[in-house]
């Protein structure tokens, strides 16, 4: 039905305005969308734009599922124009911050999809942690493995990845 009422208003050459809280739905059949909290614009954007390049923690969390990774900013880390983070553990993240000023405080958002496991280390300098298997959950068209990492657990989200053993080590 999404893909029918997308089709008839490009024909019709309406705009519409369609009100809803399934996001699925919001990211398939808008060309821009608004974020609200509260009775507040959170975020005004395209679909690509809300979802690669959430404004806050509020959008990033409500808009897909993501992990909050926070920690201060490691300017003299900061190299080949990605930001480096680094979290209470020690552990530095590198990001980028799409065109925002830099604070000393940090908040990060990393999709669960954008997440990959190994047994083997990659060869990658950069992103690449040794972490825990906590809990692995098939869940049909995807498995959701969270992980422990540094001082925190994460979600790791994959398209048909055999669930790995509770305490397995991964990078």
């Known amino acids: 039905m999404r893909i029918e009422l997308r089709e008839l208003q490009h024909r019709l050459g309406v705009t519409s305005v369609y009100v809803t809280h399934d996001l699925e739905e919001a990211?398939?059949?808008?060309?821009?969308?608004?974020?609200?909290?509260?009775?507040v614009i959170a975020q005004i954007g395209t679909p690509g734009d809300i979802?690669?390049?959430?404004?806050?923690?509020?959008?990033?969390?409500?808009?897909?599922?993501?992990?909050l990774v926070r920690g201060k900013h490691?300017?003299?880390?900061?190299?080949?124009?990605l930001?480096?983070?680094?979290?209470?553990?020690g552990e530095i993240v590198y990001g980028t911050a799409?065109?925002?000023?830099?604070?000393?405080?940090?908040?990060?958002?990393?999709?669960?999809?954008?997440?990959?496991?190994?047994?083997?280390?990659?060869?990658?300098?950069?992103?690449?942690?040794?972490?825990?298997v906590a809990r692995s959950v098939f869940q049909g068209d995807f498995t959701q493995i969270n992980v422990a990492w540094g001082d925190q657990v994460i979600v790791v989200r994959g398209a048909a990845m055999e669930p790995l053993a509770e305490g397995k080590r991964c990078s």
Do not use: C
């Open 51 to 67: 979802y690669d390049h959430p404004r806050n923690a509020f959008v990033a969390d409500f808009v897909g599922s993501a992990n």
């Open 27 to 39: 990211l398939a059949m808008s060309d821009r969308i608004v974020v609200m909290r509260d009775g």
């Open 74 to 81: 490691r300017g003299d880390l900061d190299a080949d124009g």
């Open 98 to 132: 799409h065109g925002r000023p830099a604070a000393a405080e940090l908040t990060f958002s990393i999709r669960t999809v954008h997440l990959g496991l190994s047994v083997e280390r990659p060869q990658a300098a950069r992103n690449v942690w040794k972490v825990a």
């Open 83 to 89: 930001t480096a983070l680094e979290m209470t553990s």
